[in-house]
């Protein structure tokens, strides 16, 4: 009773209030047969419950931009093939040098569609959007981690003074309320979220547009472990808003390794393709 009650608010209240939506700003009203994501609809179809999820903060022509990461794609490193058909694999990429962390997968693609929300979100201050986008990277969390254990949540930490400029890490916004959603679930494993295991111990620059080797002197030392007992045999997994090199979330894992971390797992919201 109680639930058709505040299904009817619901219908009524999004009848008479509009959202806005978040990409394109135009008024828009909620689609009435809203269906929950549960994590059944999760683990079977993941493509439509993205969409039921971004239907609930962007409106009806801006919901179809969003590009899921889908299968086939490089069991390592996650990058999409574009061939369509055929099975996961490794990426040339990846066989020539593999990666320190075991597997990295995204929830959706990183075109400008979905870089004008994450720097929404990141630069404008557009905080609103954090609970939807944590709710799609939940989704992705749910669809990918049932076939191995997560002791660990890490957010990729930001350095103090950007952190301060910001006033946010968004890796850690977008994974804020997981450890309430998953006290709610029947089938996944209880984990514990750290945001103060890892840290960025100076400024680096912007990955994207540096070579191989300048990548790789940028990112030296930048990080540190501050409390290695507590990754010790864990199985971790590193959590950022989006995967460009991937040279950021490899440093990390290699420091998390080295400091005694059973297995380092990826996942990001978005994927640079
Ligand atoms: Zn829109
Ligand atoms: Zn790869």
Same mark, same amino acid.
């Given at each position: 009773?109680?639930?058709?009650?505040?299904?009817?608010?619901?219908?009524?209240?999004?009848?008479?209030?509009?959202?806005?939506?978040?990409?394109?700003?135009?008024?828009?009203?909620?689609?009435?047969?809203?269906?929950?994501?549960?994590?059944?609809?999760?683990?079977?179809?993941?493509?439509?419950a993205f969409l039921d999820l971004t239907a609930q903060f962007?409106?009806?022509?801006?919901?179809?931009?969003?590009?899921?990461?889908?299968?086939?794609?490089?069991?390592?490193?996650?990058i999409m093939f574009q061939s369509r058909e055929g099975e996961d694999h490794l990426c040339g990429e990846c066989r020539k040098t593999p990666k320190k962390f075991t597997r990295a997968r995204a929830a959706v693609v990183y075109d400008d569609f979905l870089r004008t929300a994450i720097l929404g979100f990141k630069y404008r201050g557009k905080t609103g959007l954090a609970k939807p986008l944590e709710n799609i990277l939940?989704?992705?969390?749910?669809?990918?981690?049932?076939?191995?254990?997560?002791d660990l949540v890490i957010p990729v930490p930001l350095y103090i003074k950007r952190f301060r400029q910001r006033g946010f890490n968004q890796s850690f916004l977008l994974?804020?309320?997981?450890?309430?959603k998953v006290s709610n679930s029947d089938h996944l494993n209880p984990f514990q979220v750290?945001?103060?295991?890892?840290?960025?111990?100076?400024?680096?620059?912007?990955? #994207?547009?540096?070579? $191989?080797?300048?990548? =790789?002197?940028?990112? /030296? !030392? #930048?990080?540190?472990? $501050?409390?290695?007992? =507590?990754?010790?045999? /864990? !199985?971790?997994?590193?959590?950022?808003?989006?995967?460009?090199?991937g040279s950021t979330v490899?440093?990390?894992?290699?420091?998390?390794?080295?400091?005694?971390?059973?297995?380092?797992?990826v996942l990001t919201l978005a994927r640079a393709m």
């Amino acid at each position: 009773m109680h639930r058709h009650l505040s299904r009817f608010t619901n219908i009524l209240k999004s009848a008479f209030f509009p959202n806005r939506c978040m990409v394109c700003r135009c008024l828009f009203y909620l689609p009435c047969n809203r269906s929950t994501c549960s994590e059944e609809r999760v683990q079977n179809d993941l493509h439509g419950a993205f969409l039921d999820l971004t239907a609930q903060f962007v409106c009806h022509s801006c919901t179809p931009r969003f590009t899921p990461v889908e299968s086939p794609v490089c069991e390592m490193c996650g990058i999409m093939f574009q061939s369509r058909e055929g099975e996961d694999h490794l990426c040339g990429e990846c066989r020539k040098t593999p990666k320190k962390f075991t597997r990295a997968r995204a929830a959706v693609v990183y075109d400008d569609f979905l870089r004008t929300a994450i720097l929404g979100f990141k630069y404008r201050g557009k905080t609103g959007l954090a609970k939807p986008l944590e709710n799609i990277l939940f989704a992705a969390f749910v669809h990918y981690s049932y076939e191995n254990k997560i002791d660990l949540v890490i957010p990729v930490p930001l350095y103090i003074k950007r952190f301060r400029q910001r006033g946010f890490n968004q890796s850690f916004l977008l994974i804020y309320n997981w450890m309430g959603k998953v006290s709610n679930s029947d089938h996944l494993n209880p984990f514990q979220v750290c945001h103060r295991v890892l840290e960025r111990c100076r400024q680096t620059k912007p990955q #994207a547009g540096l070579d $191989r080797k300048e990548r =790789a002197s940028n990112l /030296k !030392n #930048a990080f540190t472990l $501050r409390n290695p007992s =507590a990754v010790f045999e /864990k !199985n971790i997994l590193l959590v950022d808003d989006v995967y460009t090199t991937g040279s950021t979330v490899n440093e990390c894992a290699d420091v998390l390794l080295q400091g005694g971390a059973k297995r380092v797992d990826v996942l990001t919201l978005a994927r640079a393709m």
